[in-house]
């Protein structure tokens, strides 16, 4: 089992950057495909961005392509989440979430990670 801890989150004027981190620990990382969700206040959890195994994929969602990068470290277990240019709209729970697999092809659904963070608010203010 490995457990997630979220960090970096605060509040940021629009137009500003926060760097999101995932800290792993019980596991080693480098056997998960990671995914970065996010929850609005009374919305649905939806689909931020993911990194595959090796890193050798990303993807994100259209609303932040261009402000949001997705890293990771496998060595230190960790995994980031740039965000700049951020808009009031991107305010959030963020959680950052790992899918045991031995494809190295990170998905966007949310019911396929099995293990998940407790989350990190990030607030941007207009």
């Known amino acids: 089992q490995v457990q997630l801890v979220e960090s970096g989150g605060g509040l940021v004027q629009a137009g500003g950057s926060l760097r999101l981190s995932c800290a792993a620990s019980?596991?080693?990382?480098?056997?998960?495909?990671m995914g970065w969700f996010r929850q609005a206040p009374g919305k649905e959890r939806v689909f931020v961005a993911s990194?595959?195994?090796?890193?050798?994929?990303?993807y994100y969602t259209d609303s932040v392509k261009g402000r949001f990068t997705v890293s990771r470290n496998n060595a230190e277990n960790t995994v980031d989440l740039q965000m700049n240019s951020l808009k009031p709209e991107d305010t959030a729970v963020y959680y950052c979430?790992?899918?045991?697999?031995?494809?190295?092809?990170?998905?966007?659904?949310?019911?396929?990670?099995?293990?998940w963070g407790q989350g990190t608010q990030v607030t941007v203010s207009s």
């Open positions: 990194i595959s195994r090796s890193a050798g994929n990303t």
């Open positions: 019980g596991r080693a990382l480098r056997n998960y495909n």
């Open positions: 979430a790992a899918d045991f697999s031995t494809s190295d092809r990170a998905t966007y659904s949310a019911r396929s990670y099995e293990y």
